[in-house]
């Protein structure tokens, strides 16, 4: 960039320098010009012309001076030797190509002098003589020799040499600074790849440079958290699987090596078998449904949901359970509400959270579901499930939407796979919405749900 701009200013440098000469050599003209009609006004000094004056000017401002008449012939000239013929000819046409062109313009001849070109090695200005009517003074100067750009050469050349030294500096600077951190990150990267993901990349650089890194950092510790939770599920899967294929083998043995002799034995045998079949068939099939819903495998069929039905669905599958246990059921669900959403996942979801609250809540506690349209836009409903039960510890409430995490029954036993809970946050993050947790020990757990509201144009 240096040296392309130091090039290019060479030429305005020189066009400045010949524009500046020629306008020199006009003004030059212009004067002696004045002074020569002067000389031909006074009749005793006209014969300085022909011997001293010309030659005298001709020297002092490194011209040959030459007068011209109406044909084109040369009355005075400043110089000793002739012009060559060619040049005399090349003049001649150079002079009356100006001085038409003047008379063309201005309807008459006029005083000031104009450049005329080049002819030869010569600069060529002319001025016509108001006092020798038809005649014609012409400057002949030597051609510019560019003396301008011979003195800034050396001094440009310098100006590009001390320029290319200090760009070269500062971009090895910058290369440095740049490629530094980044062949770190490269480093960082392969060792990645390798599959050490506890390998994090340092900052530093520019500001690029140290957004990058701090991206790599990022993508690095989410791909470390998404291992971790492959190798967590596996084992989960794993552990949950271990118990029914263990029932089912050992009972399926038994049955096959006549072990069990008696038939209340056997039907006994097979009902556990295919309980345990029934129980590994529900975890897989939570487990794939919760992959789905992860991944964005699962489609949303968007429609009006009426939240009262919804509500009646789900408490009716479960109104055995809530007599027996002593369970006073509130329900404050306005007929008119409804929620945009795809029906049968909004209704698994809320079937998850009250089977999640019957599991760990007590008997005679209060299981209360409502619903309401909040103000504000965009317009959303809020759908409440609220219990008296014993309520979730401070330390396992941000870990019950993990996959797997089990609470304790009321009984301190552990229910169901943990999965229910992630289905539940996984369906209203599908539906655009947010799912809330509150809870207080001994006192009770509120879920809450935000889901988009129907405003008659889904």
Same mark, same amino acid.
């Given at each position: ?24 050599? $006009? ?76 008379? &063309? ?14 002819? =030869? ?56 600074? *740049? ?56 084992? &989960? ?24 002799? =008696?038939?209340?034995?056997? $039907?006994?045998?097979?009902?556990? *078998? ?47 359970? *809530? ?28 079937? &998850?959270?009250?089977? &999640?609250?019957?599991?760990? !809540?007590?008997? !005679? ?25 014993? !309520? ?20 301190? $036993?552990?229910?169901?796979? !943990?999965?229910?809970?992630? *289905? ?35």
């Amino acid at each position: 960039m240096v040296t392309t701009t130091a090039l290019a200013a060479i030429w305005p440098i020189a066009h400045a320098q010949r524009v500046l000469q020629e306008r020199q050599l $006009e003004e030059l003209t212009d004067q002696i010009a004045v002074g020569v009609d002067t000389v031909y006004r006074r009749p005793g000094l006209r014969p300085l012309l022909d011997e001293e004056l010309l030659h005298e000017l001709g020297e002092r401002t490194g011209t040959r001076l030459l007068i011209m008449g109406p044909q084109g012939q040369i009355l005075v000239d400043s110089a000793e030797e002739p012009l060559p013929a060619s040049t005399r000819a090349a003049l001649r046409e150079q002079v009356d190509r100006v001085s038409g062109a003047e008379d &063309n313009r201005r309807g008459k001849r006029g005083t000031a002098a104009h450049f005329a070109g080049q002819v =030869g090695d010569y600069y060529v200005a002319v001025a016509p003589l108001g006092s020798v009517p038809g005649s014609t003074l012409v400057v002949l100067a030597p051609a510019p020799t560019r003396l301008l750009l011979r003195i800034l050469l050396p001094w440009l050349g310098l100006a590009i040499l001390a320029g290319l030294a200090v760009s070269l500096a500062v971009t090895w600077f910058l290369s440095r600074s *740049i490629a530094g951190p980044i062949a770190r990150l490269a480093a960082v990267a392969d060792a990645i790849a390798a599959g050490d993901l506890t390998r994090q990349a340092t900052g530093g650089g520019p500001d690029e440079v140290s957004r990058l890194v701090r991206s790599f950092n990022t993508m690095v510790g989410n791909l470390r958290r998404l291992v971790e939770g492959q190798r967590n599920l596996l084992a &989960n899967v794993a552990h949950e699987l271990r118990t029914p294929l263990t029932v089912i083998q050992g009972y399926a043995q038994a049955v096959r090596e006549g072990l069990l002799r =008696g038939e209340d034995e056997r $039907e006994e045998a097979l009902r556990l *078998i295919a309980e345990e079949s029934e129980r590994a068939a529900r975890l897989l099939t939570q487990l794939l449904h919760l992959t789905r819903l992860e991944t964005g495998q699962v489609r949303l069929e968007r429609q009006p949901v009426a939240l009262a039905a919804l509500v009646q669905r789900v408490v009716a599958r479960h109104r055995l359970t *809530i007599q027996r246990r002593g369970i006073e059921l509130q329900r404050d669900v306005p007929e008119s509400l409804t929620a945009a959403g795809d029906p049968e996942l909004l209704e698994q979801a809320l079937e &998850n959270l009250v089977q &999640n609250a019957l599991v760990h !809540g007590r008997d !005679g506690m209060t299981l209360a579901l409502s619903a309401e349209r909040l103000p504000g836009a965009p317009p959303r409903v809020q759908l409440t499930v609220r219990d008296t039960g014993p !309520g979730i510890p401070p330390d396992v409430l941000p870990h019950i939407f993990d996959r797997f995490y089990r609470g304790s029954s009321d009984k301190g $036993e552990p229910n169901g796979f !943990g999965l229910g809970l992630a *289905i539940v946050r996984e369906i209203v993050a599908l539906h655009g919405g947010a799912i809330e947790v509150t809870s207080t020990p001994g006192e009770g757990t509120t879920f809450t749900l935000l889901l988009p509201a129907d405003t008659g144009q889904d």
